[in-house]
């Protein structure tokens, strides 16, 4: 990097309004984007870095300030959000990180610091087909240009969307009146259903979603306007498994458009070192890996996860948690093709998948631990004034005859938190990921010596240091699969001959700031455990001459420093 150059934003632009108490579709998202590309022109740059299966762009705001350097040359932070077509949350807190960097810059001193130095790459919606047919609400037009999907994969496109029977706005259940059926009303709250004992008669069954089987196939609602396709967490290049060991996985690898654009970004930006997707919900932090239990993660990885774990712990309340080991009901069944063990395993950075939102009731460690319906009544009865949940009310179907429509209004209460708490979780996220991006590695020359040995001879020590508290090979991980690039020194002389050395020196890999966490086997080392020396023998032409020393590692960034000689 050039010396650094602060840009404060210019003093006219009014800040870009946005609204946390609105999920924001494809189109608003866009329209945010451009607004804060054309407001921050030396801070980010709107890149598009792919179409979706319906042609909509897949969005990255490339954030850095360009005065002190190109963002290739700082270390990069990866974040995304809403590759399960609901979890629309996850997009929400790429926005707010969006803003949050843009609008603190030259104001906060630890987001300009972060903003000179590193360089943020943040998605906010991998899959902005599923997000919109999520976002659509009962009537909503559909835009003629996009392409249709067959969600279900029979042949037909569209043929069975929701309807809004009893016309409030939202899709909710429907049950009907069963002796035989599963459920019985709960003693404690009328508006509540709770399985029966084996010995007690039903009363209910839930039928489905409200609508009607518009192609009667015997599903509803299967196959709404717009949608997903897969595009599930399954579909990357890491233990991907076919269908007939684990559903969602697609055809083969990568075989999503959204989930190809996406690694195929990661891979041309090698100088991302720090990845973090968002999905929802159980409020906790995941890390890898989703197949295997932590024997297989080398023990100073393990110290790295812990050690940025604990201050997400401390900033969101969220605890950090393996996907096998705490967040995998079935061991025999795990997952496998997922975004995050393929960012730890096969591209070397260090990754983590946070499941935004605890909803009230869910009182496991994952959301499909426990639902404590009573609890979340209760909450929802006090916070929301009684908005979380439809009370069941009759209404005369066209084909079942009598039913009741009602339920939990999951999208904003379990799903994705109700907006007037959406904020306060955006906000932590954002803070803790800050944190992340601040212990990415990242490379300093700390100092040139030069030693005059007489006949213009001299010899150059340049000591390069490693300032982040990771290693600039990120994980060990990354050296056991040969991911990992070694750091280079490089001098460049007008007017003389470098005579011992070469013109690049290799310096290996160096730990971070942390010498305890650097090697937790051998406990700690010397304090200059980050600092390598590289040293050149050269001999000037004349009495002087001007040197450039570089120093340049992938993912810790690139420093340049310029000396004489004389
Ligand atoms: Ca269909
Ligand atoms: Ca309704
Ligand atoms: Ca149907
Ligand atoms: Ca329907
Ligand atoms: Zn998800």
Redesign the pocket.
Known sequence: MALATAVPPPAEVAEVKVDWTHYHNHAETTALLKDFAGDYPNLCRLLSIGKSFQGKDIWCLEITNSGTGPAAEKPGMYIDGN??AG?VSGAETCLYMIRHLLENYGKDPLVTRLVDTRTFYILPKINPDGSDAYLRKPGDPVDPALKKVDDDGDGLLDEDGPEDLNGDGIISQMRVRDEKGPFKTHPKDPRLMVERRFDEKGEWRVVGPEGLDNDKDGRTNEDPPGGARSVT?RNYPAYWAPDWVQSGGGAYPLSEPEAKAQVDFILAHPNIAGVQAH??HSGVILRPYCNMGDDQIPAQDMAYFMAVGAVGTELTGYPVLSVYNDFTTDKANPRHGVFVDWAYDFFGAFAFTTEIWKAPGETGKSAFDTFDELLAMQWNDKELGGRGFVDWTAFKHPVLGEVEIGGWNSNYFSQNPPPEFAEAEWKKNCLFELKHSEALPFLKIAGVKVVPLGDRLFRVLATVENEGFLPTNVTQKAIDHRLAKTVKARLELEDGEILSGGTTVDLGHIPGNNPAVSSPRGGAAAGSLNQRVAQWLVRLKGKKAQAVVTAVSEKAGTTKTKISLQ
Request: hydrophobic content about 0%.
């Open positions: 590759t399960h979890e967490n999905h929802t």
